[in-house]
C-alpha cells in the first residue's frame, strides 16, 4: 500500500535550519512529483513547493523562495524539505504530500511533523 | 497569493444536506478546472475527498460531491453523519504555477 512516512518532531532555535524527511513506498517513486504544506497551530493549509522525482527539479512558493530547499534520493525513495533562517511563525506541522505527474491532485499524505521554532 | 475564502463555519443535522463555498479569482479557481477539496479530523494529515471540480476518489463516499460556477468552488455533504464532522479545505491551482488552499470550514454535526 502506498506511504509517505515522515521523520519525527524537531525543536530548533530562532535562525536554525531544520530538515524534515518523508519516504515513499508501495510505488514507484520517480513517476509521482511531491509537495510540501504546512499548517501553524489552529492554522489552515498553506502550500510550500514542489519537488519533482526524476531529475529532482523543484518550484518554491515565492513565500518561502530564498530559504527553502527540496532534495530526493532515489535510492531510498527518500524526499528533504530543510527551512532555514527558522522564526517563531515558522512553528507548524509539516505535510508531504504525493501527485500523480500533472494531475494536480493530492492524493497520498505523510502523517505530518511537527517543528517548534522557540528560543 | 491571497487564501481563498471559505465560511469559518457550517452545521447541520444528521441526515441534512450541507455546501461550502470556496471562493478564489480567475487567477486560480476560475481559470482551472483543478479544484480538490480535503477533509482534516483533528490531529490527522488531510484526505482528500474531490479532486478536478467533480471527481471522487475510489472510496470516498458518493455523499461528497463538488462544483463549480465562475471563481467559486463547493462541496456539499449529502445525508449529513457524525463522523462527517471535520475541517475541509479547498484548494486550486493557480495562474502562477503554484497552489492556494481555502480558509478551512470546520463543519459541526448538530
Known amino acids: 500500500q502506498v506511504q509517505l512516512v515522515q521523520s519525527g518532531a524537531e525543536v530548533k532555535k530562532p535562525g536554525a535550519s531544520v530538515k524534515v524527511s518523508c519516504t515513499a513506498s508501495?510505488?514507484?517513486?520517480?513517476?509521482?512529483?511531491i509537495h510540501w504544506v504546512r499548517q501553524a497551530p489552529g492554522q489552515g493549509l498553506e502550500y510550500m513547493g514542489i519537488?519533482?522525482?526524476?531529475?529532482?527539479?523543484?518550484s518554491y512558493a515565492q513565500k518561502f523562495q530564498g530559504r527553502l530547499t527540496m532534495t530526493r534520493d532515489t535510492s531510498t525513495s527518500t524526499v528533504y524539505m530543510e527551512l532555514g533562517s527558522l522564526r517563531s511563525e515558522d512553528t507548524a506541522v509539516y505535510y508531504c504530500?504525493?501527485?500523480?505527474?500533472?494531475?494536480?491532485?493530492?492524493?497520498?499524505w505523510g502523517q505530518g511533523t511537527l517543528v517548534i521554532v522557540s528560543s | 497569493q491571497s487564501a481563498l475564502t471559505q465560511p469559518a463555519s457550517v452545521s447541520g443535522s444528521p441526515g441534512q444536506s450541507i455546501t461550502i463555498s470556496c471562493t478564489g479569482t480567475?487567477?486560480?479557481?476560475?481559470?482551472?478546472?483543478?479544484v480538490s477539496w480535503f477533509q482534516q479530523h483533528p490531529g490527522k494529515a488531510p484526505k482528500l475527498l474531490i479532486y478536478?471540480?467533480?471527481d471522487r476518489p475510489s472510496g470516498v463516499s458518493n455523499r461528497f460531491s463538488g462544483s463549480k460556477s465562475g471563481n467559486t468552488a463547493s462541496l456539499t455533504i449529502s445525508g449529513l453523519q457524525a463522523e462527517d464532522e471535520a475541517d475541509y479545505y479547498c484548494?486550486?491551482?493557480?495562474?502562477?504555477?503554484?497552489?492556494?488552499f481555502g480558509t478551512g470550514t470546520r463543519v459541526t454535526v448538530l
Open positions: 478536478d471540480v467533480t
Open positions: 480567475s487567477s486560480d479557481v476560475g481559470g482551472f478546472n483543478y
Open positions: 484548494s486550486s491551482y493557480t495562474r502562477s504555477f503554484t497552489y492556494v
Open positions: 504530500a504525493r501527485e500523480p505527474s500533472e494531475t494536480y491532485r493530492f492524493d497520498y
Open positions: 508501495g510505488y514507484t517513486f520517480i513517476n509521482y512529483y
Open positions: 519537488l519533482y522525482p526524476s531529475g529532482g527539479r523543484t
